[in-house]
């Protein structure tokens, strides 16, 4: 089944313990991205991958970090997260046709720093 | 600044009536996605639009693209409490490898 995995689903955590959300998909994607999800301000991007090794910033990017080493797994960490970083977390990743782009999810990640 | 603009943000209504969700731009797009998110998951496609002008049918949703690619909507006939969720419109640039740009969602609940 072609899916975007992310781990874990919730995660509450203190101000500054460095932590990471994995992400993997399995329909080798070149494009991957992460995005955050807070009420009344819709999916911002935090960071995309356009294939291994290649990382560029989004719109939110203070912050996080992210790695490509392999295409199927794309990692966020947060070195050292501060309360507004809780939100709702995706990984997605994205593929093109003539005709047809279509953005695969993952289940999300709700993480709360206190 | 939002690249795309969803209205309304809220629509509450009742089982069986009709309603229209917009997704406005001042760029042009190769094509604008919707997806659907119901609460606890990620966002799913519903359609993809390309063409100018073009209408997609999905049962009772109705997708169009706007004449000069920088407009869509959705429109749904009859509207169920099962169509209740997030709406999200998401335009491509062109770009195989290029970020898909995402309104702000429209929530929408139909009440038995």
């Known amino acids: 089944e072609a899916q975007v995995t992310q781990n874990p689903r919730y995660l509450i955590t203190v101000t500054g313990k460095k932590l990471t959300v994995t992400c993997s998909q399995n329909m080798n994607h070149e494009y991957m991205s992460w995005y955050r999800q807070d009420p009344g301000l819709g999916l911002r991007q935090i960071y995309y991958s356009m294939n291994v090794e290649v990382t560029d910033k989004g719109d939110v990017p203070e912050g996080y970090k992210v790695s490509r080493k392999e295409k199927r797994n794309f990692p966020l960490i947060l070195e050292s997260p501060s309360p507004n970083q809780t939100s709702l977390y995706f990984c997605a990743s994205k593929v093109t046709g003539v005709g047809y782009t279509e953005a695969f999810f993952g289940q999300g990640t709700r993480l709360t720093v206190v | 600044t939002q690249l795309l603009e969803q209205s309304p943000q809220f629509l509450s209504i009742q089982e069986g009536e009709n309603l229209t969700v917009y997704c406005n731009s001042s760029s042009v797009f190769s094509s604008l996605q919707w997806y659907r998110q119901e609460p606890g998951e990620g966002p799913v496609l519903l359609v993809t639009?390309?063409?100018?002008?073009e209408v997609k049918k999905l049962k009772r949703l109705t997708f169009q693209f706007g004449d000069a690619r920088k407009d869509s909507s959705l429109h749904i006939t009859a509207a169920q409490p099962g169509d209740t969720g997030l709406y999200l419109c998401a335009g491509d640039r062109g770009s195989t490898l290029g970020r898909l740009y995402f309104g702000r969602g429209t929530q929408l609940t139909v009440w038995p």
């Open positions: 639009v390309v063409t100018g002008g």
